[in-house]
């Protein structure tokens, strides 16, 4: 069975693998509450038994803004946009809409906390779970892992989004850190089971890679 672990607030769950040479893959779910598709694909691959042995320990995390959720909202309970709120060199205040960035950098408990996981983990790979974009985003020396997602879902793969995210995840672990980082946006008019079959390989394929 995968090991669950607290980090404080947010649950960790581990996959772990019997390989000397394992990588370290980090999985997320729920950056945004209006995008829980992540949440439901953890679960449900954990839940099917997907337990045998890897090659690799794989790190979930199935929902990381329950507040959010919850509500069926992108933010947290302050107001805040997640993933506009990491201790990038281009993070700046914004307006208070739905991609609000904090008062500061890392103003999120929650933030601080993932940067700390970040530390313990050590992740090798990164893999967010978002919605409603349809492709696959990456940042950092991730080009070719994101081409080989891309099969598995048939996702095109896109390097830039067309718009500015300053304070985002995938700036400081990806562009900063050089850490590979994913991020696979589901399209919002999928059903659910099209879209746990798809990251179902995903997951598989990580699990060896």
């Known amino acids: ?51 045998s042995d890897t090659k690799n320990h794989l790190f979930f995390i199935p929902c990381l803004n329950h507040w959010g959720k919850e509500r069926g909202v992108r933010v947290n309970q302050n107001g805040v946009d997640l993933n506009r709120n990491y201790p990038t060199k281009n993070w700046i205040e914004t307006e208070k809409d739905e991609f609000y960035s904090g008062t500061h950098a890392a103003s999120e408990l929650t933030t601080r906390q ?18 409603p974009l349809k492709c696959v985003n990456y940042d950092g020396p991730a080009k ?52 746990y079959k798809k990251t179902e390989k995903i997951f598989n394929w990580l699990a060896v890679y």
């Open 144 to 195: 070719e892992l994101a081409e080989k997602i891309s099969e598995f879902c048939d996702y095109p793969v896109i390097a830039d989004l067309g718009y500015p995210t300053p304070g985002s995840f995938g700036t400081y672990c990806g562009v900063e850190r050089n850490i590979p980082t994913i991020t696979l946006e589901y399209d919002d008019e999928e059903d659910y089971e099209s879209i």
């Open 114 to 131: 993932m940067t700390e996981i970040l530390k313990e983990l050590k992740p090798d790979i990164i893999l967010t779970l978002h919605a």
């Open 1 to 51: 069975m995968p090991n669950t672990a607290p980090f404080n607030t947010i649950e960790v769950i581990k996959r772990s693998s019997n390989h000397t040479e394992a990588k370290n893959i980090l999985i997320i779910g729920v950056f945004h509450g209006e995008e829980p598709q992540g949440e439901y694909v953890i679960n449900r691959y954990l839940e099917n038994g997907n337990l």
